[in-house]
């Protein structure tokens, strides 16, 4: 059967499940990643004894747990999270625990690029989230001097906004770095460059009307225009008082609203 067990304590041939739906979710996912916990997803919505859990719900085992599954009540009280617990590795629909529909997360090494070319706004926020929100561990990578063997370890590389020379060239380190596997979240202008460059990528057409106030002051019709005209920025700020991650607050108050955020 299922039961709530708060920060009470975990029994070993329980499986811990939590349901991952807000921001709050993911800095404890990132706190069980550092912790060393192998934590696993399901990719389907699952029914257990009538209760519902909808895809990207965590899960933890004992067996690929051993001698850590205790910790997990100190996790959760400083988290203020309650897991809910099954002591059986089938359900009443959906994909059960030893399904391929039931993926591991690995954890990730996450850099971000900082440097002359970057907005110091955007990188201070998000630095600010990993390292003061999250308390995940990034590594952060100068623009102007990257090379192959700074993104060998490297999982996830964040580009913030920003003005990237790099990014238009057709033979670049990091382009070959994602062509071997390597996941890269770009963001603002640093979306557009790429999107009006080589790589193979284009943005929608209402994210490009979005970005630019279509309906006000106009819209782009494509992404080289929008480029062009974001370079005119100042990307590191426009006032030497202005603080990067300043913005940080307005970017957490957003997240709050989307899972997975």
């Known amino acids: 059967g299922i039961r709530d067990i708060g920060v009470t304590g975990v029994q070993m041939c329980a499986l ?3 349901k991952y739906n807000s921001f709050s979710d993911a800095k404890l996912l990132a706190d069980l990643l550092t912790a060393g916990f192998k934590v696993k997803f399901s990719e389907k919505d699952i029914v257990v ?4 859990f909808n895809k990207g719900t965590l899960i933890l085992t004992s067996r690929d747990n051993q001698g850590k599954m205790n910790l997990i009540k100190d996790i959760c009280l400083n988290h203020e999270k309650k897991f809910i617990v099954f002591n059986s590795g089938w359900v009443d629909q959906g994909a059960d625990m030893g399904s391929e529909k039931i993926h591991s997360i690995k954890k990730p090494n996450v850099a971000l690029l900082t440097g002359d070319p970057t907005s110091a706004n955007a990188v201070g926020e998000v630095w600010f989230l990993f390292d ?5 561990p990034i590594t952060l990578i100068d623009a102007n001097d990257i090379s192959n063997s ?5 999982d996830v590389l ?5 003005s990237y020379k790099i990014l238009n060239e057709k033979d670049n380190p990091i382009k070959a770095w994602v062509k071997q596997g390597g996941k890269l979240i770009v963001m603002e202008n640093a979306a557009a460059q790429i999107a009006n460059a080589d790589w193979g ?18 819209s782009y019709e494509t992404t080289a ?16 008082t ?3 991650g300043g913005k940080f607050v307005q970017v957490k108050e957003k997240c709050k609203k989307f899972p997975y955020c």
């Open 132 to 136: 003061k929100e999250m308390n995940y």
């Open 158 to 162: 964040v580009i913030a906004d920003g």
């Open 150 to 154: 700074q993104l060998t370890n490297i």
């Open 201 to 218: 990528v284009k943005l929608k057409k209402e994210e490009t009307k979005e970005a630019t106030g279509a309906g006000t002051s106009g």
């Open 49 to 52: 004894n009538n209760k519902a």
């Open 242 to 244: 202005q603080i990067p």
């Open 16 to 18: 811990p499940i939590l």
């Open 225 to 240: 225009a929008w480029a062009k005209s974001m370079k005119k920025k100042d990307w590191r700020g426009a006032s030497k």
